[in-house]
């Protein structure tokens, strides 16, 4: 590793960069630093972080450069791990996404198509409609606008961590009885809801 001998070690993909770069910094008398891989006595390469600076006598002269060489195999092959899982992480972000919005789009319109449905039954039957029936409807719509929530709520939630979401009140008796009422619960089941649930502020 004398002198330049040290060349002798590099891996031919970077040697001729990194002895411009050096050569360089003593040029303008800098400090120096690079990455690399350097061969080892059993022929394998593994990576570095070399730094030199020059030592310079009292008239400011340069008279020696001192240098050290890292292992920092294990740092690069951590960081290209975690550089691939971050690529498998946004592709798979993406391919949610594409699932998330053909899912909900393939199933607000027909929901939109039931609720249209209905709203015409009901005018066409404007007055031959028992008020049962019409309670009815008007359920099938309220059914129709909370499946139609809950796929918007799909949505918000494949998004969850990459957009800015506000803060929102959510009244949790208000939460659980919107849940009870669209999992329709049998009538032998008994229920019991708290009194004075608390209100969550969340995103």
């Known amino acids: 590793m004398q002198g330049w001998g040290w060349q002798q070690v590099h891996h031919p993909e970077h040697v001729e960069r990194v002895v411009a770069h050096f050569r360089h910094s003593i040029e303008i008398g800098v400090e120096w630093e690079d990455t ?13 972080l070399s730094r030199a600076i020059p030592i310079r006598d009292d008239s400011g002269q340069i008279v020696r450069w001192f240098g050290t060489n890292t292992d920092i195999t294990e740092q690069q092959t951590a960081l290209r ?19 998330v919005y053909v899912v909900a789009h393939d199933l607000k319109a027909p929901l ?12 066409d039957l404007e007055g ?44 949790v008796a ?12 049998p009538p032998t089941f008994k229920i019991i809801i708290a009194p004075d649930l608390a209100t969550l502020h969340t995103k």
């Open 112 to 123: 939109r198509g039931i609720s249209n449905l209905s709203q015409w039954i009901e005018d």
């Open 81 to 99: 791990e975690i550089e691939q899982a971050q690529a498998d992480l946004a592709r798979r972000n993406q391919e949610l996404d594409a699932f």
């Open 36 to 48: 690399f891989p350097l061969r080892g006595r059993d022929g394998t390469y593994r990576w570095f």
């Open 128 to 171: 031959v409609l028992t008020a049962d029936t019409q309670s009815q409807m008007t359920l099938l719509r309220s059914r129709v606008r909370r499946m139609e929530a809950t796929i918007d709520g799909l949505l918000d939630y494949a998004r969850v961590g990459r957009t800015d979401a506000k803060i929102e009140s959510v009244p």
């Open 174 to 185: 208000q939460l659980l009885a919107e849940t009870i009422d669209s999992i329709d619960p």
